[in-house]
């Protein structure tokens, strides 16, 4: 399991309900901009309580050891119950079959990736420059990524998850890309919209080639001065594809709408609710799911199943429930590439989700947790009837000072 604190001292409220006595434990935003050095302090005076109000939170943890207790708020404890009851119903729900094995497709796949990146970065370069987006290069590119993702997601995705560093740009953008094919797939949409989806996705942050690099590559946390020039992106990411011939409205509300937030907090256009397009909607939600998932030059990669469960706490306010609970279907509770941890004390990395079976993926088990080393890889399907072994949670490589890179299906 994540080791992530469950004291039942934490507890999650609104922030109407935060005063002066309170313990802040957490200002569950990850990493917005605010004025305190850490997330964990008291509420000591009225200024203090004034400027967590002004953040702009909806909801925050408190630590009731240490400060004042509200009587009816859920627990830490409590909170992740219902996000795993909530992500168990979803299990319980058919997904769509495979048309070809891992084997057949993982050759393609790879070859596939490599291509796509290389089209998303000199893509970015061109639009430095000043020129065009070559459509003809872009059309043939997500073409090939659906048929793929159609024939077997399970080897063009995990692919999609590693990122380097100082490639997070386009590597992102190719991985959106993919994870939305599958997503519209999973929602059943047709094939014509599904190739504006991705082309949408594929050029959702082209924008951001006119951000310098200083600002989106900075290993640290952005001013608010730089936080604004980096959110100009979005109307960046319109200009450049309103002057791109052939685009269509399906691609710029992918990428037009991708920040926005269902409740109007998002941006450029605080647009809210069904006010944002179905395919904007679905940008956002996998925009946020990839960047958290990713490594970058100043944070670690969140695990899979931790970023899923994530969407669903934020669902209340910023995006469609439903749409969350469709993308997980889309990607299953264990993403493939996930790092899982068995009953029998193993550990593994999901290789091919099973069709209504979304707890019991097949994994390549490699490591022994309880003598922390490696043991010669066997594949296990956890689905088989005569399989003894289960999924008893998620894992973060880096806590166990695993190369995703060398675990991954590629
Ligand atoms: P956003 O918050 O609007 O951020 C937009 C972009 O600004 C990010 O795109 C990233 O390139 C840049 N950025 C934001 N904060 C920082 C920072 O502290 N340092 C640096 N160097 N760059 C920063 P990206 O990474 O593709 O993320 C897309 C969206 O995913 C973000 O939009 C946000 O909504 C969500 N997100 C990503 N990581 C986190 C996280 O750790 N916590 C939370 N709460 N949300 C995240
Ligand atoms: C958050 O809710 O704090 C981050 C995710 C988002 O930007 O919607
Ligand atoms: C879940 O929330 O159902 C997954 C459990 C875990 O991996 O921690
Ligand atoms: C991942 O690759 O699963 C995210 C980063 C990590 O778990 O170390
Ligand atoms: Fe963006």
Redesign the pocket.
Known sequence: MSKTDTSPYIKKIPISKLRKGMFVHDLN??W?DHPFLTNQFPVKDDDTLKTVCGMGLRELYIDTKKGLDVADALTQQEVKQEISQAMAAIANEPSLPMSVTLQEEIGRARILHKEANQIAHDMLLDIRLGKQIEMEKVEPLVENMIDSIFRNPDALLPLARLKDHDNYTFQHSVSVCALMISFARGLKLDRPTIKEIAIGALLHDVGKAKVPDSILNKPAKLTEAEFDKMKSHVVQSIIVLQHTPGISQIALDVAGQHHE?FDGTGYPNKLQGDGISLYGQMGSIVD?YDALTSVRVYKKGMPPTEALGKLLE?SKY?FDPELVRQYIKSVGIYPTGSLVHLESDRLGVVMEQNEEKMMQPIVKVFYSAKSRHYLTPEIVNLAKPSCQDRIIGHEAFDSWGIDPAKWLPQ
């Open positions: 935003c990850g917005m937030r946020v934020w910023h």
